[in-house]
């Protein structure tokens, strides 16, 4: 069964320090999300991506934030400066479509931020 | 406020046994809700998914019932096992402008041999 694939698994960085979270969504897939989901809590949007933009994105994803589809297999989000509160498994998603399409979330990426 | 709220929190049972996980939802306008199972350190992996006019869907074990007038959703395991222990999110679809996912905050679920 197709798979949405995260790399790393877990990383470890500096606060302050600039990370790149990786992301294989389904290759037929059209639409792509990250969402973050910090120890304990529910899972959060962070944002959906689609025709090569930013669809919609939450009050979470600030300027710290961006999101790059570099070639036609990978889906970045990029952390610029870390802070300590980033700390979260972050979860890539994808899509065929909208409403009744369900999504198929990646296994996620835990982020330490020490 | 769209919100989805579910209980229990957490939840536990022994191998064999049936539960019963709900959800209650205050999202608008509704499109579709689902349950998910999230394995500890997984993504989540969708169960089963209803629409306004589904009253009922099944997925092996897993019976999820919704009802759109209360704006209540349950999911129904059936003869446990130590593969069930996770956590159940139930997760609301709403169309405003574009669908947009609302997650619960899950129950987490611990099967005991």
């Known amino acids: 069964e197709p798979e949405v694939t995260q790399t790393p698994s877990h990383q470890v960085t500096q606060m302050g320090q600039e990370v790149i979270l990786r992301c294989v969504p389904i290759s037929n897939h059209l639409y792509f999300y990250w969402y973050r989901q910090i120890l304990g809590q529910k899972v959060e949007f962070l944002v959906s991506?689609?025709?090569?933009?930013?669809?919609?994105k939450s009050e979470i994803f600030d300027d710290q934030f961006s999101v790059e589809r570099p070639d036609g297999s990978n889906f970045t989000l990029k952390i610029r400066s870390t802070k300590l509160e980033d700390s979260a498994m972050y979860f890539c998603a994808s899509s065929e479509g909208t409403g009744e399409y369900g999504y198929t979330f990646g296994s996620g990426t835990r982020l330490t931020v020490v | 406020k769209n919100q989805v709220e579910q209980s229990p929190q957490s939840l536990i049972i022994l191998e064999g046994k049936n539960c019963t996980l709900q959800?209650?939802?205050?999202?608008?306008?509704?499109?579709?809700l689902r349950w998910y199972k999230q394995d500890t350190g997984r993504g989540p992996v969708s169960l089963t998914i209803?629409?306004?006019?589904?009253n009922t869907k099944s997925n092996g074990r897993y019976t999820a019932t919704l009802d759109a007038d209360t704006k209540q959703s349950s999911l129904h395991i059936t003869a446990s096992q130590l593969s069930d222990s996770a956590s159940y999110i139930c997760?609301?679809?709403?169309?405003?402008?574009?669908?947009?996912?609302?997650f619960g905050t899950g129950t987490r679920l611990k099967v005991l041999a």
């Open positions: 959800c209650n939802y205050t999202v608008s306008p509704f499109s579709n």
């Open positions: 991506f689609y025709n090569n933009e930013i669809s919609e």
């Open positions: 209803m629409t306004f006019s589904e």
């Open positions: 997760v609301v679809t709403m169309l405003s402008g574009t669908y947009k996912y609302i």
